[in-house]
DNA sequence: TTTCGTTATATGGTATGCCAGAAACCACCA
DNA sequence: TGGTGGTTTCTGGCATACCATATAACGAAA
C-alpha cells in the first residue's frame, strides 16, 4: 500500500539579523578593493546600521564576529577600520594553505575513492590546449577548484573551513595578482603530477608536490606583488 | 649632557569590557568540565551578567565571538551552549596541528638560530632520568611548551595563532588523555630526534618527524579516548 | 487518567537612548 | 600669523526596555 506522505521540507529558517548583517558585511568587505590606494576603510555603525536598515545592536554583534576572525579592527571611539594585511600576514596565510593542504593530499591517498579521485581530471585536462592565456578568467576559476577539491577528498572539515577562511583575506590580492602565461602553464604540469600521485595512493609524493606547488605560489608573491 | 627625561610609560589601558567579558567567559569555559557526564551546558545570559556585573549588550558581543569561534552555539530562543567537540572533531584537529606543525618545523630549520634551536634542550634534557613517571605533571607542561617552541621558532604567527585556538579545545580534552609511562617515554625520544634534525638544519626530516610523532598522539587518542 | 489546548514564563533578539572619550573646529592671544 | 586652549561634534560603549518565540505549566474535556 502506497502511502500519501506528506511532502515535509524544513521550515524556512529566517536568520537572525545578527547572521545576516554578518553575511552581508562580509560579502561587501570581499566586493571592496581594500587595496586600492586611497580606498576608504573607515565604517560607520550608525550609517551601516541606516543602510542595512537595522539597528545598531545586532550590528555590533556582527562587527564582533568580522573582529574576531580579523577582518575589522574595532578602535574604541575612533572607528571601526577594515584590516588590510600586510604582504608578510599574505605570505604566511599561503604558508599555513600549504601546510594544510598537503596534509589534506595526504589523507586523500589514504581515504579518497578512485572516482573521486578521477574527478579531478576534469579540473585540469579542459586547459591541455596551449591557448591557456585566452581563458585566463576560466582557469583561475578551475584553478581554486582543483585546490578546494583536493581539500575535500580529504574529508577533514576543519581544514575546508580553515582554509576558507583564509581565502576571504587572500581574495582581495587575488585582484591585483598577475598570472603570467608561463605560470599557469606550469601550474597545469603540477597540477597533473599531483593527480597522478593520488591515483598511485603516493600519500609522500602527493604531500610533496602539493606543498611546493603552494610554496611556488607564495614565491611568486613575495617577489612580484607589491602591496605595503 | 643628560637630560632628566620623563619617564613615560604607556597609559594603562583599560581593556572594554566586551574583551574582558569574552576572556572571561573563555577562562570560565575552559575550566569547566565539559566532558563530564551530565555536565551543566546551558549558559544563560541575565545570570552571566549579573555575576559578571555587566550589562547584556557587552556580554552578547563576546559571546557572538565565542560563537565565532566554535566554542558556543547560539540557538536562537532556545539558549546559548558550550559546544562539546565530537571525538572526530578532536582528531581533525590533531590532524591540523600535525600539519602545522610539522610546517612549522621546517621554516625553524629555515629561519631560527643555532642559540634559539639549543635552547630546546631545556625543555627536554632535564626529563632524561627513567623517573618520568613522578614528574607526569611537569612533564606535561614541558611537552606543551616544547611543542609551542618549535611553532615559535617558525616565526610564523599565524601558524602560533592557529594552534593556539586548537589548543583552547583540545584542553578540556587533555584532562581525560592517560599518558601511560611508554607514551611518555618514547615522546620524550621523538622529541630528541626532532631536536638533533632541526640542528643539522633537515627541514625534511624535521617535518616528517614533527609530522611523525603528533599523528601518534592522533592514533592514540583514536585507540583510547572515549568521548562520545 | 490521559491528552490536548491554552496560558504563563523564560530566554534570546532587537531597538533605543545616554554616556564618555577622541578628534575636529574655532576663537583668542602672543 | 601661528599656536594654544577650550568647545563642539562625532563615534563607539554600554545599559535598559520591549518584543517574539520556544517551552513549560496548567487545566479542562474525553
Redesign the pocket.
Known amino acids: 500500500m502506497i502511502k500519501a506522505q506528506l511532502e515535509i521540507q524544513p521550515?524556512e529558517e529566517v536568520?537572525?539579523?545578527?547572521?545576516?548583517?554578518y553575511e552581508a558585511l562580509k560579502v561587501a568587505i570581499g566586493a571592496m578593493k581594500i587595496y586600492d590606494a586611497g580606498a576608504e576603510l573607515?565604517?560607520?555603525?550608525?550609517?551601516l546600521?541606516l543602510q542595512f536598515?537595522?539597528?545598531?545592536?545586532?550590528?555590533?554583534?556582527a562587527?564582533a564576529q568580522l573582529e574576531q576572525e580579523g577582518l575589522v579592527r574595532?578602535?574604541?571611539?575612533?572607528?571601526?577600520f577594515i584590516v588590510r594585511k600586510t604582504k608578510a600576514e599574505i605570505l604566511e596565510m599561503i604558508t599555513v594553505w600549504a601546510a594544510l593542504e598537503s596534509m589534506a593530499a595526504r589523507l586523500a591517498t589514504e581515504v579518497a575513492s578512485d572516482a573521486e579521485i578521477a574527478r579531478l581530471h576534469g579540473l585540469v585536462d579542459t586547459f591541455d590546449s596551449d591557448a591557456i592565456e585566452e581563458h585566463m578568467g576560466e582557469y583561475s576559476d578551475a584553478n581554486i577548484r582543483f585546490h578546494a577539491a583536493i581539500i575535500a577528498l580529504s574529508g577533514c572539515k576543519l581544514i575546508a573551513e580553515i582554509t576558507n577562511g583564509l581565502f576571504t583575506h587572500v581574495r582581495g590580492i587575488r585582484q591585483r595578482t598577475i598570472f603570467e602565461r608561463d605560470r599557469a602553464r606550469r601550474s597545469i604540469v603540477d597540477h597533473k603530477e599531483i593527480i597522478e600521485a593520488l591515483e598511485t595512493r603516493n600519500g609522500e609524493r602527493a604531500e610533496r608536490l602539493v606543498r611546493e606547488h603552494t610554496l611556488k605560489l607564495r614565491q611568486h608573491v613575495e617577489q612580484f606583488v607589491q602591496l605595503d
Open positions: 521550515i536568520q537572525s539579523l545578527k547572521s545576516r548583517t573607515r565604517l560607520d555603525e550608525r550609517a546600521s536598515g537595522v539597528s545598531r545592536t545586532p550590528l555590533r554583534e562587527l574595532i578602535a574604541p571611539r575612533r572607528g571601526i
